[in-house]
């Protein structure tokens, strides 16, 4: 309830919309032969037909997975190490309770 100075008072309410469900993709990372130094999606919800490219500045795919569970190592599809450096990455998704797809793609930086 709110009040002006003139004492007239009114119900006021308003909704504050949450959202359920995040995808979040890190900014930089470092590789390593350990697990979590790879470059992966944190999801809140399972996901469906998720796909994931990675190209360097030159716009050559350096990365493709469809696994959600296995992140970039920064090695290139031949096995070599990627110089450090800015890479794009394009993720393509579809969330399994309602089957819509859905697109997000970003920058992030490869530390060595």
């Excluded at 004492?7 to 949450?18: E, L």
Aim: hydrophobic letters at 30%; a neutral charge.
């Amino acid at each position: 309830i709110s009040c002006n100075r003139y004492k007239c008072c009114r119900d006021t309410s308003f909704c504050i919309p949450v959202k359920t469900f995040s995808l979040w993709f890190p900014n930089a990372f470092t590789p390593s032969l350990e697990e979590n130094n790879r470059f992966k999606a944190v999801c809140s919800q399972e996901l469906t037909d998720y796909e994931i490219t990675i190209y360097n500045r030159q716009g050559i795919l350096v990365y493709l997975s469809k696994d959600i569970t296995q992140g970039w190592d920064g090695n290139d599809l031949h096995g070599s190490p990627c110089p450090q450096g800015a890479y794009v990455y394009f993720c393509r998704y579809a969330m399994t309770n309602n089957g819509t797809y859905y697109e997000v793609h970003g920058t992030m930086t490869l530390i060595r």
